[in-house]
């Protein structure tokens, strides 16, 4: 059984797409072109699909210095997070992760050696789909080798893509043992940043900029 879920944030008239999100059409309409491919074989979960692709738009471009942005914290190993910020990786695969996080600024916890917070990628749309389907549609845009991919997701029948709509740096990294003195843990994978906590104001008061506003991928 195919299972295909789409987190969206607007839902609206083709007409009325938001410019913001023209850079990420090539490949929203490979995704919503292949779950049309799909209705031949789903039934009524395809046409479900199929109307879905109709009334969809993924409204981007939300500021991720605002105050009621929510926030995650989000481990990645050294060599991805280049990626990121040399604008390679426009997306981040994640074997699970909850669709809640849609809309969620992720502050990337760079693993070891660096041990360090040094970027902050908004989350725009979470799709959850065979890791097959997500190569296919994501593949110009992964930053990763179709190899590491697939050894990555051995064995999982339902990946998470996370399109990173924004990137942008710290001016100032905030290191591990800055956090762990004020009662941080690096996370395996990601956690919430809430609450009073000493190491949740430090991160949202780091002064940071943009240095890339949309989704860009060159989807064949």
């Given amino acids: 059984m195919l299972v295909l879920t789409v987190s969206m944030s607007v839902h609206a008239r083709p007409d009325l797409v938001d410019t913001g999100g023209r850079d990420c059409a090539d490949a929203r309409n490979t995704f919503v072109d292949l779950t049309a491919a799909c ?25 991720m210095t605002s105050s009621a942005m929510h926030n995650i914290v989000m481990s990645i190993k050294p060599v991805y997070a280049e990626r990121i910020e040399r604008g390679d990786k426009r997306v981040e695969f994640r074997r699970r992760f909850s669709m809640q996080f849609t809309q969620y600024a992720a502050w990337m916890y ?4 660096v041990r360090e917070v040094r970027l902050v990628c908004h989350i725009g749309r979470i799709i959850q789909a065979p890791p097959k389907l997500l190569w296919r549609t994501y593949k110009e845009c992964a930053g990763v080798s179709r190899e590491a991919y697939q050894q990555y997701f051995a064995g999982c029948e339902v990946g998470s893509a996370l399109e990173l709509t924004e990137v942008a740096l710290l001016d100032e990294p905030v290191s591990l043992a800055r956090l762990a003195d004020l009662g941080f843990r690096a996370p395996m994978s990601y956690r919430l940043i809430q609450g009073d906590e000493a190491w949740c104001k430090v991160l949202r008061n780091a002064r940071r900029h943009e240095i890339t506003k949309t989704f860009s991928a060159a989807v064949a």
């Fill in 110 to 113: 760079i693993s070891t050696p």
């Fill in 39 to 63: 209705s031949l074989r789903l039934g009524g979960m395809g046409r479900y699909l199929a109307r879905l692709r109709e009334r969809s738009v993924w409204h981007l471009g939300i500021c």
